[in-house]
């Protein structure tokens, strides 16, 4: 029971390059989503979709963009990396609507040079 | 939008204490509030969460209560144990139509023998 599965574990970017993080999952969750973990930050979310087609802006979604092709995959990309987007990220997924339990994927840990 | 603030943002008890981390929320519509634990180098993983039609649920020694009048709500936990270390997450959905939680900063418990 694979769950949601997360692509690198860890990376290593120099400024200005462009990368893709991997997310998919296994449950035929509609609900798919992308935080990123920060020291006392906690989880904010950058970019969410609803379903196959559907993406829609988080908390803080500048640098960074999504699609949904299908069900199972949420690949978030970056097109031009900043050190400001060292980070930890997660992508989480779930059945249904907001009050649904979120399952995460063991994160990927980016540092941007 | 909707504010999630966390208290504390460390803890530490020895083993066999009751632990309670606290959060207060600012839109009164928000009705769900999970709280998630996230162990070294893993996922946030669903521990409890609690609707807004509910004052409070336990499950074995954790326990959750929710004063929606004074927008705040709790994590207990009782007989601590090492095994409880970790950093928990309380969050609350943001409702009118959007799909988004929006979590606290987290509170690292360190549970000692």
């Known amino acids: 029971n694979a769950g949601v599965t997360q692509t690198p574990k860890f990376q290593v970017l120099k400024t200005g390059q462009s990368m893709t993080l991997q997310c998919a999952q296994d449950?035929?969750?509609?609900?798919m989503s992308w935080y990123r973990q920060d020291p006392g930050m906690g989880l904010r979310l950058i970019h969410y979709?609803?379903?196959?087609?559907?993406?829609d802006q988080g908390e803080v979604p500048n640098g960074y963009n999504v699609s949904r092709s299908t069900t199972e995959d949420f690949p978030l990309r970056l097109l031009s990396a900043a050190p400001s987007q060292t980070s930890v990220y997660f992508c989480?997924?779930?059945?249904?609507?907001?009050?649904?339990?979120?399952?995460f994927g063991s994160g990927t840990q980016l540092s941007v040079l | 939008g909707e504010n999630v603030e966390q208290h504390p943002s460390t803890l530490s008890v020895q083993e066999g204490d009751s632990a309670v981390i606290k959060c207060t929320y600012s839109d009164s519509a928000s009705n769900y509030f999970p709280w998630y634990k996230q162990e070294l180098g893993k996922g946030p993983q669903l521990i409890i969460d609690i609707r807004s039609n509910v004052g409070e649920k336990k499950d074995q020694r954790i326990a959750v209560t929710l004063n929606k009048t004074a927008k705040h709500f709790s994590l207990h936990i009782t007989e601590t144990q090492p095994e409880d270390s970790a950093v928990y997450f309380c969050a609350a959905s943001i409702q009118g139509g959007s799909e988004k939680l929006v979590f606290g900063k987290g509170t690292k418990l360190t549970v000692n023998p």
């Open positions: 989480a997924s779930r059945q249904g609507s907001t009050n649904e339990k979120l399952f």
């Open positions: 979709s609803v379903g196959a087609g559907i993406t």
């Open positions: 449950m035929n969750h509609e609900y």
